[in-house]
C-alpha cells in the first residue's frame, strides 16, 4: 500500500528525510511549513520531506540539539484528547527509552497557516537498509522484540525507491520492514507488490498470501501505525490484485 508521498532519493532509512521538495513537481500537495520557518521558538525548518493523506515530514534544525526530523500530522482543530491519540506512537517511542530503538525527543502541537495540528521530532538513525538489518539482528539477540524504526517511516522510503525505478532496493527495505513487523499485512503486501514488479512471482505470492492470512486471522492489527476497516480494506484489494496478476493465464 501506497502511504506518503516523497520526492528524490533516500540513502537509508535514517535518511528519508534528504529528500528535496519541488512544489513544482508535486501540484496540488498541501505543505504546512515552509523552508526557513520557526516553529515555538525552537525549531528552523529547513526542507519538506515528504507528505500524503495523514502527515508531513520536514528537516528541522532545533537551536541547541542539532539536526532532527518532524512528523507534522495534517488533521487541524483537534481537541487535546484527539492531539493525545494522535501522537500515541510518538509517547510510546518517548517512554520506552531503549537504546536500540529511534528516540523521540519532542511531541507538542504548531500553529501552521491551516490551523493547530499534533507533532513531534525524532533522531536519525545513519545507514541504509543492509546497516539498519544487521543492527536489527544485533539488537534482537539481546532482546527480540525491540523494534529500532517506525513502520511506516520505513515504509516511506521503500515507496520512494518503488517510484524511482529502483525496484532491487525497494525490496531490500521492504524486506527490512517485513523482518522488523512480519505480522503486518501492510508490510506483507508492499514486499509483494514489489517482487511482482521484479518478476518474482513465488515470492510476490508468497507475501500476498501472507498478508491476506493475517487480515483473515483478526488477531492482529493490520500494521503498527493503524488498523482502520477502511485501510484493511484497501491492502485486502491490493493483494487480491497482485494475487489475481499471479493466476494462471493472467
Not at 538513525?125 to 543492509?130: N, Q, R
Not at 531490500?172 to 514486499?191: G, I, M, R, W
Amino acid at each position: 500500500m501506497q502511504i506518503l508521498r516523497t520526492t528524490e532519493r533516500s540513502e537509508g532509512i535514517a535518511d528519508y528525510m534528504a529528500f528535496r521538495y519541488d512544489s513544482a513537481n508535486i501540484p496540488g500537495l498541501c505543505v504546512l511549513l515552509e523552508e526557513g520557518q520557526t516553529v515555538r521558538d525552537t525549531y528552523e525548518v529547513e526542507r519538506f520531506l515528504g507528505g500524503g493523506a495523514f502527515a508531513e515530514v520536514y528537516r528541522v534544525k532545533h537551536r541547541f540539539l542539532g539536526r532532527q526530523a518532524m512528523k507534522v500530522f495534517k488533521r487541524v482543530g483537534m481537541n487535546l484528547e484527539e492531539i493525545h491519540e494522535m501522537l500515541g506512537e510518538a509517547i510510546l517511542l518517548s517512554r520506552i527509552g531503549h537504546p536500540n530503538i529511534v528516540r523521540v525527543f519532542d511531541a507538542n502541537v504548531l500553529e501552521a497557516a491551516q490551523g493547530t495540528c499534533g507533532s513531534f521530532t525524532m533522531e536519525n538513525i545513519p545507514g541504509g537498509a543492509v546497516q539498519v538489518a544487521q543492527r536489527l539482528a544485533e539488537a534482537r539477540r539481546k532482546d527480540p522484540q525491540v523494534q529500532l524504526f517506525p513502520e511506516i517511516t520505513a515504509s516511506i522510503v521503500g515507496q520512494d525507491f518503488m517510484r524511482e525505478g529502483d525496484v532491487k532496493y525497494g525490496i531490500e527495505v521492504f524486506k527490512l520492514v517485513a523482518v522488523a513487523y512480519p505480522d503486518s499485512a501492510d508490510a506483507n503486501d508492499n514486499l509483494a507488490g514489489a517482487y511482482l514488479k521484479d518478476g518474482q512471482k513465488d515470492l510476490a505470492k508468497q507475501h500476498a498470501e501472507k498478508a491476506l492470512a493475517i487480515l483473515d486471522s483478526h488477531k492482529v492489527p493490520a500494521s503498527s501505525w493503524t488498523d482502520t476497516d477502511e485501510y484493511r480494506g484497501e491492502i485486502r484489494r491490493d493483494t487480491e490484485k497482485i494475487l489475481k496478476q499471479l493466476a494462471p493465464g493472467s
